[in-house]
């Protein structure tokens, strides 16, 4: 009940509105998301830099109104790689596709996310949203990873539809990121019950070692907080006699954090998701639908 609530409202335009404007809720977002600009990302990014784990970073909103609003992303996303790249950082840059223009056509969003393709040599991670426009994203991926190889994609395990739509993708050798998924979908699509989403991940997560052994994949993502899911991809990589490098995990800031260091003491890549910007409460609200028990986080930081 309180996981739809936090859906629904992580949907509702007037609460994303009003809401934020309020001081004290913007300080109850701290623990996901270091602040709105980019310089509170790369720094986080630089102090966990210092721990071994490396760093994403994803300028947080959705659903644009026009094109020059992709326009300024973009252009926002290319000073984020100049700066990245100054600051001798290893954080790669994930975007969502509808911030770079998907709603209005596929072309808008591959002209887009080529002039970020062409502005640096690491990777460029594409988000996956909700359902509607998984095809069309899977059509951008393909698009832009015919003309250049440093592009990422993310696959949700939670849609009934992806261990084909995977399949698919194997013959461009792609770099995947594998998610449980984020978004309130529909039964017809998505498994309901976590034990099948789980089911499904770890399957996901098992094709992919598999394919990284014969050097058919390109970059194997982990991306979890589920101590589970990461204790399978750990114990799949192990049977399949898969080294450590060659495999990765990647978590959200500020969630697992011991479990983000455990891991990089035993020797395993760990990126960690920096989130920022102005538009970050439907993500926030997702965040917390996650688990709905960080509200009393939320709670605690509201009182104190
Ligand atoms: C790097 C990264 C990129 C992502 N990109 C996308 C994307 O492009 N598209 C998309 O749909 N989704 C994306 N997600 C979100 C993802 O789909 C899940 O919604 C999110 O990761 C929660 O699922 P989980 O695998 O952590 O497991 P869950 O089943 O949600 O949680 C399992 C356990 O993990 C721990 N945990 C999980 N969440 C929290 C939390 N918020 N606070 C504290 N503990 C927690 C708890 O122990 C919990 O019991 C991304 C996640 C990561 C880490």
Partial sequence: ????????????????????????????????????????????????????????????????????????????????????EERGLDVEISVKPTQLGLEFGVAE??????????????????????????DATLELFRGAKGAKD???????????????????????????????????????????????VDRSYVKLMRTLLRARLHDEVDRPVSATHDPRMIGETNRIAFELGLDKERYEFAMLFGIQRHEQLRLVRRGHAVRVLISYGSAWFPWYMRRL????????????????
């Fill in 150 to 196: 440093n592009v990422g994609l993310c696959l949700q395990a939670y849609l009934r539809r992806t261990p084909d739509d995977l399949t698919r993708l194997m013959p461009s050798r792609p770099a995947i990121r594998i998610v449980k998924g984020a978004y309130n979908e529909p039964e017809s699509i998505a498994f309901p019950a976590k034990g099948d």
């Fill in 109 to 134: 969003a591959e002209r887009r996310l080529a002039k970020l393709l062409n502005a640096t040599s690491s990777l460029v991670w594409i988000d996956m949203e909700g359902s509607d426009h998984v």
């Fill in 289 to 304: 639908a996650e688990r709905p028990a960080n509200l009393w986080f939320v709670a605690k930081q509201l009182v104190g």
């Fill in 1 to 84: 009940m309180l996981k739809n609530a936090l859906l629904w409202a992580s949907k509702n335009p007037t609460l994303a509105e009003k809401l934020p404007r309020y001081r004290f809720v913007k300080q109850a977002t701290r623990r996901f998301m270091p602040g709105e600009e980019l310089q509170d990302a790369l720094r986080e990014a630089e102090r966990l830099a210092d721990s071994g784990i490396k760093g994403t970073t994803t300028l947080l909103g959705e659903n644009l109104r026009s094109l020059e609003e992709a326009d300024e992303v973009v252009d926002h996303y290319l000073d984020a790689l100049r700066r990245i």
